[in-house]
């Protein structure tokens, strides 16, 4: 028998794409030869690929258009990748945000995204945020707790402005996913109890400087069937009524994010999006809300959330062999990338496809691909079947479009790595690679 044939994204553990294909034996990013990136701009690099976002933003605003009748909004979390040039691609999609910081906020407005589409969540937000926010003219402040509501009170009142917001609730629906990105039961941090919300309300009308304009809601990231949202949007939608029904007229209905992708680890294929569309719509039905919809005459607009759908099977981590070590009995292939550059290998156990650039033919051996961080910790893929590699070969760390850049670090004094968009046969740095000096910049004085 032959040589076993290169691998292929037919593999289970590969997910399929349509930008990063194998041409005339490398992996190209949609017309760009990958081992072209890496000679101009170094390893490693992070690939990002225009095309993949535009598809993902599409997939997206056809299933909106389908649940909402026409009018909506697709605020993207931009925690999962704040890179500008993707942001203004967005934008000028028409695209909004959905931010969780006063940084965030700086980031989407230096990206000319409209702020009428920005929304603001998260737990913790300061005074100083609450204010920069205010005075951005943003959509709405999702308040997540009664705290924070006296504290958005107390800023509005003193800038003399009325402070647009909504209550981010929590549905208590299980989302059925990875218990770290799991946001919408009791015991998380995230969100309002819905009775908590209610016992608010005589505060909120008797407060000239609070307009409650919305409900929002999150149940987690990665839904792996539609039926959680389905159940989570019919709970606040039947809340949004209520609400009115109270003599709190609502503009908008926030049904957060969960839009997955594939890893390639998946046992099933996530439904598509339009599957998901299909649930909004249905727990709108569920909860007798359709007519409160723009596209049907009444006054709210659909808002949702997606984050890693949108721009994580859009990016690579593209990195170079240094070493290839057998030790025990185990063999370690050392990349110039590490949990520096992408840590949701150590922190969640999460999964990301690696493949050679070029593969070689030969038998496949279990490896770990390990970074050169000094900790143990520093993977990227445990026990998996590559085939053979060498010493200062390239190889992708593919779904890595997500939550890489922004969770990445400088520990053991490496820079942050250069980012590379791609779009067509063209590509362009939007990011440089950090020198050391950088590093210390804001420390010398």
């Known amino acids: 028998?032959?040589?076993?044939?290169?691998?292929?994204?037919?593999?289970?553990?590969?997910?399929?794409?349509?930008?990063?294909?194998?041409?005339?034996?490398?992996?190209?990013?949609?017309?760009?030869?990958?081992?072209?990136?890496?000679?101009?701009?170094?390893?490693?690099?992070?690939?990002?690929?225009?095309?993949?976002?535009?598809?993902?933003?599409?997939?997206?605003?056809?299933a909106m258009r389908a649940a909402s009748g026409g009018d909506h909004v697709i605020a993207y979390a931009i925690k999962a990748n704040g890179n500008l040039a993707l942001l203004r691609r967005l934008g000028a999609r028409g695209c909004g945000a959905d931010i969780v910081s006063g940084?965030?906020?700086?980031?989407?407005?230096?990206?000319?995204?409209?702020?009428?589409?920005?929304?603001?969540?998260?737990?913790?937000?300061?005074?100083d945020e609450l204010a920069a926010a205010l005075s951005a003219g943003i959509k709405a402040i999702h308040v997540e707790s009664a705290s924070e509501l006296r504290a958005l009170a107390e800023v509005a009142r003193d800038r003399g402005v009325v402070a647009d917001f909504a209550f981010r609730v929590n549905p208590d629906v299980d989302a059925k996913t990875h218990p770290y990105i799991a946001t919408g039961l009791h015991d998380t941090k995230f969100g309002l109890e819905l009775d908590a919300a209610r016992d608010l309300l005589a505060g909120v009308s008797s407060e000239p400087a609070l307009r409650l304009i919305g409900v929002a809601c999150h149940i987690g990231s990665q839904l792996e069937t539609s039926a959680p949202l389905r159940e989570a949007v019919a709970i606040l939608a039947r809340f949004g009524l209520e609400l009115e029904t109270a003599g709190f007229p609502l503009t908008h209905l926030d049904v957060g994010g969960g839009w997955p992708m594939e890893y390639g680890c998946e046992d099933a294929?996530?439904?598509?999006?339009?599957?998901?569309?299909?649930?909004?719509?249905?727990g709108l039905a569920d909860a007798g809300a359709e007519a409160r919809l723009t596209s049907?005459?009444?006054?709210?607009?659909?808002?949702?959330?997606?984050?890693?759908?949108?721009?994580?099977?859009?990016?690579?981590?593209?990195?170079?062999v240094v070493y290839v070590k057998d030790q025990g009995t185990k063999r370690f292939v050392i990349v110039d990338g590490a949990m520096s550059e992408l840590?949701?290998?150590?922190?969640?156990?999460?999964?990301?496809?690696?493949?050679?650039?070029?593969?070689?033919?030969?038998?496949?051996?279990?490896?770990?691909?390990?970074?050169?961080?000094?900790?143990?910790?520093?993977?990227?893929?445990?026990?998996?079947?590559?085939?053979?590699?060498?010493?200062?070969?390239?190889?992708?760390?593919?779904?890595?479009?997500?939550?890489?850049?922004?969770?990445s670090s400088a520990y053991n004094a490496r820079p942050p790595a250069a980012e590379v968009l791609v779009d067509g046969d063209a590509w362009r740095v939007v990011r440089r690679r950090a020198t050391p000096a950088d590093l210390w910049a804001l420390e010398e004085h």
């Open 343 to 407: 840590i949701r290998p150590a922190l969640y156990e999460a999964y990301h496809a690696v493949t050679p650039v070029v593969p070689r033919e030969g038998k496949a051996r279990v490896v770990d691909v390990v970074g050169p961080v000094c900790e143990s910790g520093d993977f990227l893929a445990l026990g998996r079947a590559l085939p053979p590699v060498d010493e200062g070969d390239l190889v992708a760390v593919l779904g890595a479009g997500a939550y890489g850049r922004e969770m």
């Open 103 to 127: 940084g965030e906020l700086a980031r989407v407005l230096r990206a000319r995204i409209d702020p009428a589409k920005v929304v603001f969540s998260g737990v913790g937000k300061t005074r």
């Open 296 to 320: 049907a005459g009444g006054d709210w607009t659909l808002f949702t959330e997606p984050g890693r759908s949108l721009v994580g099977a859009a990016g690579l981590l593209l990195s170079r």
């Open 1 to 62: 028998m032959g040589a076993p044939k290169p691998p292929s994204f037919a593999r289970m553990d590969v997910p399929p794409s349509r930008v990063f294909v194998m041409r005339e034996g490398a992996l190209h990013a949609e017309g760009v030869d990958l081992r072209a990136l890496a000679e101009a701009t170094g390893t490693p690099t992070w690939v990002y690929s225009a095309r993949a976002v535009d598809a993902a933003y599409d997939a997206v605003d056809d």
């Open 269 to 282: 294929a996530f439904p598509g999006a339009e599957a998901f569309g299909a649930a909004i719509a249905g």
